[in-house]
């Protein structure tokens, strides 16, 4: 991942030792897990990218990375609901199919249906 951060410039390139391997100074090191963290909470590399510039700007206004964070609730919360509507979907199904020995299978059936 992190030559793929290079390479879109999100980070900026390591500094390389004798041997070739990345030197990490500590920014480098905290932007590092600031992605991480991002990542975890479901950011995109659009987003990060705009969350890590507000980070290193100290002068930010607060309520730009907070339109941020609720901008990705709403889209979080809109993407619970449509796995909850597929999770549902999916339960019914699996209750409806009887697992024995016979071939038919309202899973199957569903999935097959256009």
């Not at 979907?89 to 024995?100: H, I, K, M, S, Y």
Request: aromatic share 6%; glycine share 6%.
């Amino acid at each position: 991942m992190i030559r793929y951060y290079e390479s879109i410039g999100l980070v900026r390139p390591a500094a390389r030792t004798d041997g070739n391997y990345r030197s990490f100074s500590d920014r480098d090191l905290n932007d590092l897990r600031f992605i991480k963290r991002a990542r975890t909470l479901g950011f995109s590399v659009p987003e990060i990218e705009h969350l890590l510039s507000l980070w290193r700007d100290q002068s930010r206004p607060s309520r730009d990375v907070k339109a941020i964070a609720e901008r990705h609730i709403e889209d979080l919360e809109g993407r619970i609901g449509e796995m909850r509507v597929v999770l549902e979907t999916l339960r019914t199904l699996a209750n409806r199919c009887a697992g024995d020995h016979r071939p038919d299978c309202p899973i199957l059936s569903n999935l097959g249906r256009t």
